[in-house]
C-alpha cells in the first residue's frame, strides 16, 4: 500500500516556474514506477510524464516535454515535476500516481488528492 500526497502548487504567472513535489508513504516506493497526470476544468484526466523505479528513463506528453522534468528521490519517498516556461493552458489540478511505467492512468493503483496550478495570462 501507498498513500501519496502532492504539495507546491499555486498561482504563477505565465512564463513561470514551479516544483511539485509527490510524498510517498510507505516502504516499497522505490519499486512503483511514478506518473504526473492533470485534468483541467471540464476536460479528461491527462497524462503529463512517468519515470521508471530506478528514475533511468522518462517519458513526457508532447504538451509538456522540453518545458517539464520528472525526477525521484527514492531515499526520500518523494517525487517531482519542475514546471518551466508555464502556460496558461497548463492550468489543471496535477495528481501523482504509483503503480506500473505508462501513459495511461489504468497503469496506476495509486493516487493522490491532487494539487491546483494556476497559471494567469
Known amino acids: 500500500q501507498v498513500q501519496l500526497v502532492e504539495s507546491g502548487g499555486g498561482l504563477v504567472q505565465a512564463g513561470g516556474s514551479l516544483r511539485l513535489s509527490c510524498a510517498a508513504s510507505?516502504?516499497?516506493?522505490?519499486?512503483?514506477?511514478m506518473g504526473w497526470f492533470r485534468q483541467a476544468p471540464g476536460k479528461e484526466r491527462e497524462f503529463v510524464g512517468t519515470?521508471?523505479?530506478?528514475?533511468?528513463?522518462?517519458t513526457y506528453a508532447n504538451s509538456v516535454k522540453g518545458r517539464f522534468t520528472i525526477s525521484r528521490d527514492n531515499a526520500k519517498n518523494t517525487m517531482y515535476l519542475q514546471m518551466n516556461s508555464l502556460k496558461p493552458e497548463d492550468t489543471a489540478v496535477y495528481f501523482c500516481?504509483?503503480?506500473?511505467?505508462?501513459?495511461?492512468?489504468?497503469?496506476?493503483?495509486?493516487w493522490g488528492q491532487g494539487t491546483q496550478v494556476t497559471v494567469s495570462s
Open positions: 510507505g516502504r516499497t516506493f522505490s519499486s512503483y514506477a
Open positions: 519515470i521508471s523505479w530506478s528514475g533511468g528513463t522518462t
Open positions: 500516481a504509483a503503480g506500473r511505467y505508462g501513459r495511461y492512468d489504468y497503469a496506476y493503483d495509486y
